[in-house]
């Protein structure tokens, strides 16, 4: 089976260092530019194929690109963490289609930071593997696998424990994506939710004239909590403040100190 992989951050080169020893060709690499990506350089070495190989994937509209990609003849489009929109080209291109490992429990949080939606929206949270469409995670499911939000969790917690399941997950249903059958199923797209970049920005900002429910304002501090990133913030004379949450567990063993 040959394999177009596009991949951006470290659970794509993770994923594609696992899939170097599985009986597969990998026919191409997309990536994205080394200004608005992760492991780049590194998906390109751990690939070992030739420049001629290797995508741009804020090219991927180009037609010499497509052409390019065309002459590869994929079986399979791989997408992990990838974030640009394929053109229909590329999506009708591979016989067994294209499909992506996305960190929300769809049909819910599609689209952008499903690690924040899933708190600020109190929506579950999860992992899913599915068949790529016009849409933005709108297409048929493969398999899911819903992860626990824990009252201590922030963005940046929620987003490791995420990963992970979307490394565990895309492991145990890769015996079905090899053999080429893997079930699946139609999403409702009438239900669930589907977020965009701007909806961040619009509770990134911190009203302090307005009211907020206590939960609800605890619940944008911690889903925005995703240290060395920048996230909510107040205005004070003209300028950001920015806010972190650190949350911790009552520990049952501790003593209660008096008078404070």
């Not at 194929?49 to 399979?76: C, H, N, W, Y």
């Not at 619940?219 to 240290?227: H, Q, S």
Request: net charge negative; proline share 8%.
């Amino acid at each position: 089976m040959r394999v177009l992989y596009a991949g951006n951050g470290p659970l794509a080169l993770k994923i594609l260092s696992w899939l170097s020893d599985q009986p597969i060709q990998l026919a191409g690499l997309v990536i994205h530019p080394e200004d608005r990506g992760l492991n780049a350089e590194e998906l390109v070495r751990q690939s070992c194929l030739p420049d001629d190989a290797v995508f741009q994937g804020d090219r991927m509209r180009d037609p010499e690109t497509t052409s390019r990609i065309g002459a590869l003849k994929p079986d399979l489009l791989l997408s992990i963490h990838f974030g640009y929109i394929l053109p229909d080209i590329i999506l009708d291109l591979p016989p067994q289609g294209c499909v992506n490992l996305h960190p929300g429990y769809l049909p819910y949080t599609r689209g952008t930071y499903p690690n924040v939606w899933s708190i600020v929206d109190d929506t579950p949270a999860g992992v899913t593997l599915h068949y790529m469409d016009r849409g933005i995670d709108t297409g048929d499911l493969i398999a899911r696998r819903e992860v626990e939000i824990l009252p201590t969790d922030t963005g940046h917690s929620l987003y490791d424990r995420l990963q992970k399941a979307e490394f565990e997950l895309f492991l145990d249903t890769w015996p079905q994506l090899l053999g080429g059958q893997p079930p699946r199923s139609p999403q409702n797209t009438e239900e669930g939710s589907q977020h965009r970049k701007r909806d961040v920005d619009r509770i990134d900002c911190i009203d302090l004239d307005d009211t907020y429910r206590a939960g609800d304002l605890i619940d944008i501090l911690r889903a925005r909590t995703f240290p060395p990133y920048k996230g909510a913030y107040f205005l004070h004379e003209g300028r950001r403040i920015y806010l972190r949450l650190e949350l911790a567990e009552e520990d049952s063993d501790e003593p209660e100190e008096n008078g404070q």
